[in-house]
């Protein structure tokens, strides 16, 4: 069974520029979220979806965002970029059913923001 | 409000011995409680969870928690470290949100594990 794939591994942008991040859960999984990890404030939650519908939204501005088709891949939007953006971009799928609980993730989306 | 605590950015020990990565919490209600292991550049990885049940769980690479539910702790340990388990581990939650009736996970700071030869 393959894993959950993020595309790009590695991206540079510049301030004031959007990105876009691609996330492939396992198959089956009907449960998409997304995490911001940076050394110093370990992971943040940003948004999960499932079944195409944001189900749950962390603490962060409109400049994020996301949305999940129905096949269950997901994208994330950042845009107006900002230097303090660069960090490792999770995303971990599950089930979203109630009686499992752990998340898989992928490896992740380096972004760094010159 | 919920949340998870690391104690610890690191934790040094030497091979061979045993290790324990310390973790609280703080949640209503019975807690789902996990570990996940972070190898550089890589995804997060799950080893162990807590549901219900015996308070010692067992997972993946040796690894086993303890659930203390008078200290609020699920401390991570391994009876004999090895240097492959260098790593950055987190403590994670899982929290209700009563609102909507679905859930969110709340994950510690991280600890930094460094095993040396």
């Known amino acids: 069974k393959a894993g959950v794939t993020q595309t790009p591994r590695y991206l540079i942008k510049t301030r004031g520029q959007q990105v876009t991040l691609s996330c492939s859960p396992i198959s089956g999984h009907r449960s998409v979220s997304w995490y911001q990890q940076t050394p110093g404030q370990g992971l943040q939650f940003l948004f999960e979806y499932f079944s195409e519908t944001q189900r749950n939204k962390g603490n962060f501005p409109g400049r994020f965002s996301g949305r999940q088709f129905s096949n269950s891949r997901s994208e994330m939007n950042v845009s107006t970029l900002e230097l303090g953006d660069s960090a490792l971009y999770l995303c971990?799928?599950?089930?979203?059913?109630?009686?499992?609980?752990?998340?898989?993730f992928g490896e992740g989306s380096r972004l760094t923001v010159l | 409000a919920q949340s998870v605590a690391q104690p610890e950015d690191q934790v040094n020990v030497a091979e061979g011995n045993p290790l324990t990565v310390k973790c609280t919490y703080s949640v209503s209600g019975n807690p789902y409680l996990f570990w996940y292991v972070q190898y550089p550049n890589r995804g997060l990885q799950f080893l162990l969870k807590?549901?219900?049940?015996?308070?010692l769980v067992k997972g993946s690479y040796g690894f086993e928690a303890e659930f203390n539910k008078s200290q609020t702790s699920f401390h991570l340990k391994k009876p004999s470290a090895l240097v492959s388990d260098s790593a950055l581990y987190f403590c994670a939650v899982r929290d209700r949100i009563r609102a909507s009736g679905t859930y969110k996970y709340i994950f510690g700071t991280g600890t930094r594990l460094k095993v040396l030869a």
């Open positions: 807590y549901i219900t049940g015996d308070n």
């Open positions: 971990a799928s599950s089930s979203g059913q109630e009686n499992t609980g752990e998340l898989f």
